[in-house]
């Protein structure tokens, strides 16, 4: 198993979080603000200069409304990730 930021499998689990954020409609620095965070930590987990951890992929899911058990499992069954690029404002 490679453990690099640059592994395929790393770049679809960011890309599951991606998705849900754009299905949300919630920019970076409104996740980032819900999660107590500058808004870099979500550019850099999500330009996949920084690794996650289980603990802020279940963080980051609830605070974009998603079930983190159903993103999980749907990583792991290999599907797509998908968005719907709603946006809102803020």
């Not at 640059?6 to 849900?20: M, N, P």
């Not at 992929?57 to 983190?68: E, K, N, S, V, Y």
């Amino acid at each position: 198993m490679q453990k690099s930021l640059k592994s395929a499998e790393y770049a679809r689990l960011v890309q599951v979080l991606v998705a849900a954020r754009h299905s949300s409609g919630v920019r970076q620095q409104v996740l980032a603000k819900k999660l107590g965070r500058p808004q870099s930590f979500i550019a850099k987990y999500e330009g996949g200069e920084r690794r996650i951890d289980v603990l802020e992929f279940i963080a980051i899911a609830r605070a974009l409304g998603a079930d983190p058990i159903k993103l999980f499992r749907d990583f792991v069954a290999g599907k797509p990730a998908k968005a719907s690029r709603k946006r809102t404002t803020g």
